[in-house]
């Protein structure tokens, strides 16, 4: 893991110097291709999903400068006043919602991202289904999995997956892989386990789990996707009071 991330965040971060992007991410990216080696697998396997989120467009272009290039975003309304004009000068970024989609927002989302993950229930589905037909504009769509069943957290509970992945292939619905947020006092590896195993079953290729804090493991149980945060832009921002502050990541 990055020893050096950014101190927290604060409104004059666009400012500041942010040479740490650059470092922390070849040190993510080296820490990616060591997990992939342990067990066998190309490191070209696995793509890293930097998570921007409340981060500003200077320390997205501060990455994309060190070569990065898929991206994810919680919210669609960040990510609007963020993106496009990135886009501009790099028109292959990569923009995942890995968020949670309100249905009223989804004709945004399908304009704004190119892959959706967190796909986790009937009426949404219906609606992505219904706005990528209409835009001519199919993204590619991982279904969220509640694998530990938090009654307070998105997702579709393992017991009900079968069925709903029926109903999206019933609407045309570009499924592609599955991802999944274990609980944070769990072991996340019982969690990653049980996601490859529901998606080896249905024969979806594509796997989001890991975070800053777990990744290496991720990749060793198959993850084709890790999301990482923290570990390649520091902090979260001192001004975003929507969650609690995140602990600097450990060696």
């Not at 709903?164 to 072991?187: A, K, S, T």
């Not at 570990?231 to 969650?243: H, L, M, N, Y």
Request: proline share 8%.
């Amino acid at each position: 893991m990055p020893d050096n991330p950014a101190p927290e965040a604060t409104e004059g971060a666009a400012a500041a110097d942010l040479s740490y992007i650059a470092e922390n991410l070849a040190l993510v990216r080296g820490h990616m291709a060591e997990a992939a080696h342990s067990v066998e697998r190309p490191p070209s396997q696995v793509v890293l999903v930097a998570v921007s989120k409340t981060h500003g467009a200077p320390a997205v272009a501060a990455a994309l400068a060190a070569g990065q290039r898929v991206f994810g975003e919680n919210r669609v309304q960040e990510a609007a006043a963020k993106y496009p004009g990135l886009r501009q000068d790099h028109p292959d970024l990569e923009l995942h919602l890995i968020g949670p989609l309100q249905t009223n927002k989804v004709r945004e989302a399908v304009a704004l991202f190119d892959v959706i993950e967190s796909v986790d229930r009937p009426k949404l589905a219906a609606a992505l289904a219904a706005e990528m037909a209409a835009q001519g504009r199919w993204l590619r769509c991982f279904v969220q999995v509640n694998t530990g069943e938090e009654p307070q957290k998105a997702g579709i509970l393992p017991a009900a997956l079968d069925a709903f992945l029926e109903d999206c292939r019933n609407l045309g619905l570009p499924v592609v892989g599955l991802m999944c947020i274990p609980p944070v006092d769990e072991e996340p590896t019982l969690h990653f386990a049980l996601l490859a195993g529901m998606a080896q079953r249905h024969g979806l290729p594509v796997l989001s789990m890991g975070m800053s804090g777990d990744f290496e493991a991720a990749i060793a149980l198959g993850a084709t996707h890790v999301r990482i945060g923290t570990a390649i832009f520091g902090r979260r921002p001192v001004t975003d009071t929507s969650r609690a502050p995140v602990a600097a990541p450990q060696p």
